[in-house]
């Protein structure tokens, strides 16, 4: 059994999601569960409508969704023919959920609307694919995660409940794959005892692919992206890249760690934890080996470069040249919890604290304010933070040449780089 992911990029248009049956008839006779994330943008139209009836603007809300409905039904038409007009039922379904919310007022806070409305997406975007499947002859079941993944009503940042999900899996999924060898769900959503929407926050339709992949057991989980590979740099910032054939789980999470667009923490555990092996392959060209993420370790890997801009360093002074002890450095922890906002690189001397942190103006001014009440406080702004795992001397010259090194860091492995 093996567990497929598509992202949206991957079904942003018919000729794509044509190349997701293409894929799929690549592994005929095989037990596949198939998670499915919103279409292209709909998240961020979703988003939109969300704000919208928070906001108050009900009639706005429901122009912007009407637009999110129109996009599908177009899209759908395009799709399926034979069995149009039941395709066109289920996502008539989709559309009444939110429509019906819509039309009251907002009484609880922004999180809970937002998984309420922003959940939709996926949703009507694998009932459309799994009718198109079946019409083009990949005979698929459609399921509703919202049965199967239990969690908390943490609204945007769910957690799952365990126990709950795995009883759901044995006695919903496991028994349809005697039935079908395909299964098509949704990612990145679950749902509360109250049968209440929830999301599971970053990345969470990987999240979802590592959940059913740990409790089914699968021999592996394919995440299908629009690149190559796992890539040594984002190929948008830098000239020359690698694509990298075999890391670690340990390295995959080292690298998001330092903010690499790569796969999140989270959806590693579930994986490492019953030794399921992850593949980074490209949808675009199926027959690529992209990369394999395992247990074993990835020998001579080349510098693997992350780059973030927008940094501000925050310099965080005692104010009578005391040492920053246990107590104010706690202090700004408890802050950086409540504000909920993290250091990408720090730096602690006998009197001061120096803080680089993502520019979110917002949550800066905030912390800022709050320290101000223990230090003395200076900001830096427009700083740029390159981390070099497994730098080498070429490496560290070619990237920080012309710049003004404001901050650095090293341990054996990794290099950090604050620059002007």
Known sequence: MKVFKFGGASINSTD????????????????????ISAMGKTTNALEKVTDAFFEGRKDEALTLFKEV?????????????????????????????????????????????????????????????????????????????????????????????WTITDEKVKSIIEPLFAETDLIITQGFIGATDENESTTLGREGSDYSAAVFANLLNAESQTIW?????????????????????????????????????????????????????????CFLDPQLPGTVISSN??????????????????QLSSRDFSFVEEKPISMLHAMFDEIKIRPNLSQHGAVSLLCVLDDKPEKI??????????????????LTLLTIRHYTAEAIATHTSGKQIVLEQKTPETLQVLMR
């Open 16 to 35: 794509r999601i044509s190349n997701v049956a293409n894929i799929l008839r690549d592994h005929p006779g095989e037990k596949i569960l198939v998670i």
């Open 69 to 161: 409905k129109k996009n599908h039904l177009n899209t759908l038409k395009y799709l399926v023919s034979i069995q149009w007009k039941k395709a066109e039922d289920a996502l008539a379904d989709f559309f009444t959920e939110v429509e019906w919310l819509l039309h009251d007022k907002p009484v609880r806070g922004y999180d809970y609307y937002y998984d309420q409305i922003v959940c939709s997406g996926e949703l009507m975007s694998t009932a459309m694919i799994s009718a198109y499947l079946n019409e083009v002859g990949i005979a698929n079941q459609w399921v509703d995660v919202r049965d199967i993944i239990r969690t908390d009503n943490q609204f945007r940042d769910a957690v799952i409940d």
């Open 225 to 281: 992206k629009d690149v190559e590979a796992v890539m040594s740099a984002d190929p948008k910032q830098f000239a020359h890249v690698e694509a990298l054939p075999a890391l670690s789980y340990r390295e995959v999470v080292e690298m998001a760690y330092y903010g690499a667009q790569v796969i999140h923490p989270k959806t590693i555990k579930p994986l490492q934890n019953k030794q399921i092996p992850l593949h980074v392959r």
């Open 297 to 314: 370790p990835a020998h001579t890997l080349p510098p693997i470069l992350v780059l973030k801009e927008q940094q501000v360093l925050m």
């Open 365 to 382: 001014e905030r912390l800022a304010l709050a320290a101000s009440e223990i230090f003395d406080v200076q900001l830096e702004k427009n």
